[in-house]
């Protein structure tokens, strides 16, 4: 019996459950992912994969139809994820993936937008970008997958790389201090802000969720092994070894200062929700700002005319 997946939609659970029993080998999340992508190109240990699950997780948890959904992603390791989901997706330019999601969140406020991309993209030449968006509170969901590195081009510095770390670009040591990426989201305007590693699927799967529920710009930086390009230069060992290292090194600290959420080089890594405030969104913003002077500041529709 040959099952094709499209036929299956609007999802029914029960038909794809009774299509498991009967061995038919459709997986559960196969209607969120483009037929015949699977098995991905990541390398080994990398927690992109992880990272990818839990997100077609919180989809499914807030039973949003795929029509309702649109993922924009920039360059990278990370990047590839649009190539993946089989739903509205954007590949685009490097560090451009907040410009293009603006745009689309404008023009279509009723679906969820979601940036997915990496810390290179986001905060290097995508930086200014995420702290505008921020300010402006637009209607986007920013998934930050930091891996310490740009892990596609080859293991270089990147600016989340710990002081003290060893790149492709710094095999002596990084001079330079890392940003804290959630403090930095809070700064410049993020009503939510929140971070967690691939050793939390079941947290980071819940906190993206709550972020369909929110208006405004949101944050959630994932913490992902790369053992590639970070892992061995640093001698953290494989992917596993990683994954045990987020377990023994996390600290959970719901609610905590994200000014005292910094990495640094094989120290605490500080997890958990920090942010989750209410202010107005650019859309609403710009309505009752923009739009309600230039109506009342409009002629009435016969002022003028010759009798």
């Known amino acids: 019996m040959i099952v094709k997946l499209r036929d299956l ?30 098995p ?12 990818l699950t839990t997100f077609i997780d919180a989809v499914r948890r807030k039973n949003l139809a795929i029509d309702e959904c649109a993922v924009v992603s920039g360059i990278g390791c990370t990047g590839r994820v649009a190539g993946y989901l089989d739903m509205d997706t954007y ?6 993936a907040i410009p293009f999601a603006t745009g689309l969140a404008l023009a279509r406020p009723d679906i969820h937008v ?28 920013v998934i930050c997958v930091n891996n310490f590195n740009y892990g596609m081009t080859g293991g270089q510095v ?21 940003f804290n990426l959630p ?7 993020a009503v939510y802000v929140a971070r967690w590693t691939t050793f939390h699927p079941r947290q980071l799967a819940h906190s993206i969720a709550q972020t369909f529920d929110k208006k405004g710009f949101t944050f959630i930086e994932t913490v992902a092994p790369c053992p590639t390009g970070y892992g061995r230069p640093n001698k ?19 609610g905590a200062d994200p000014a005292e959420a910094a990495i640094t080089l094989k120290g605490k890594i500080v997890v958990g929700t920090f942010v989750d405030v209410e202010r107005p969104d650019f859309i609403q913003n710009y309505t009752d700002i ?7 500041r409009a002629k009435p529709s016969g002022e003028g005319r010759a009798a």
Not at 23 to 29: E, I, K, S, W
Not at 290 to 296: D, T, W
Request: some cysteine.
């Open 40 to 51: 991905h190109i990541w390398c080994p240990g990398c927690g992109l994969g992880v990272v």
């Open 114 to 141: 979601t940036v997915f991309s990496g810390d290179g993209d986001l905060f290097a030449i995508g930086g200014n970008h995420l702290i505008h968006a921020a300010r402006r509170n637009v209607n986007i969901k």
């Open 236 to 254: 953290l060992g494989a992917g596993l070894d990683e994954m045990r290292y987020y377990k023994e090194m996390s600290e959970i600290r719901n």
């Open 91 to 96: 590949h685009t330019t490097h560090g451009r």
């Open 290 to 296: 923009i739009l309600a002077k230039a109506q009342s």
């Open 9 to 38: 939609r609007p999802f029914d659970k029960n038909a794809a459950e009774d299509l498991v029993k009967q061995d038919h080998g459709l997986h559960p999340d196969d209607r969120y992912l483009k037929p015949g992508r699977i």
């Open 183 to 189: 403090y930095l989201a809070r700064a410049s305007g």
């Open 158 to 178: 990147a600016p989340t790389t710990p002081m003290g770390a060893k790149t492709s670009t710094t095999p002596l040591g990084n001079a330079e201090p890392g």
